[in-house]
């Protein structure tokens, strides 16, 4: 596959879809960057690179303002000389995890679904984050309130791939 491709076949791997069950932040981290790296979508900094920007710049984001019914998400990041490929890494939290709001940092709120922006492209970084944002706001009320209830990486991989950026 052509790497440099912008469809949404490119954003999303079957095998790059996640379930968690982490408690915290680091613990979260941790697990997710372990599992990317060994794929080798990121490099072996990733790690601290992500804990630490998302210290400095939260990523949470206050989903009631777009429906009281969805959760909060967080699209957590780094620079992109710390991963290998461009990809967007859903991960479903069993439990939700607290998040600073990335409008207002100094508030916190419980998270239960990440979109981990992966980019090698550092232009493309704020293109990523508009898509996401446009695929939150766009897609069908119900349908996307029973893709954030899925625990089935696949099924979470099949309505992205279906949906996303269409």
Not at 9 to 15: H, R, V
């Amino acid at each position: 596959m052509n790497m440099t491709s912008t469809t949404q076949d490119s954003l999303f791997s079957p095998e790059a879809v996640y379930i968690s069950s982490a408690t915290s932040q680091d613990e979260l981290f941790s697990e997710i960057a372990a599992k990317l790296l060994a794929r080798d979508f990121v490099k072996p900094a990733f790690l601290d690179n992500l804990m630490q920007r998302e210290k400095d710049y939260p990523t949470g984001v206050d989903m009631s303002v777009v429906s009281a019914d969805y959760p909060n998400i967080a699209i957590p990041h780094t620079e992109g000389e710390f991963v290998n490929v461009r990809k967007i890494v859903p991960i479903k939290l069993l439990t939700p995890i607290d998040f600073g709001n990335m409008i207002d940092p100094s508030q916190k709120f419980p998270v239960s679904f990440l979109f981990m922006i992966l980019n090698n492209d550092p232009e493309g970084q704020a293109n990523v984050l508009a898509q996401i944002m446009d695929f939150l706001t766009t897609t069908n009320h119900n349908q996307l309130l029973a893709f954030f209830k899925s625990k089935d990486t696949n099924a979470v991989y099949q309505f992205l791939n279906s949906n996303f950026n269409k």
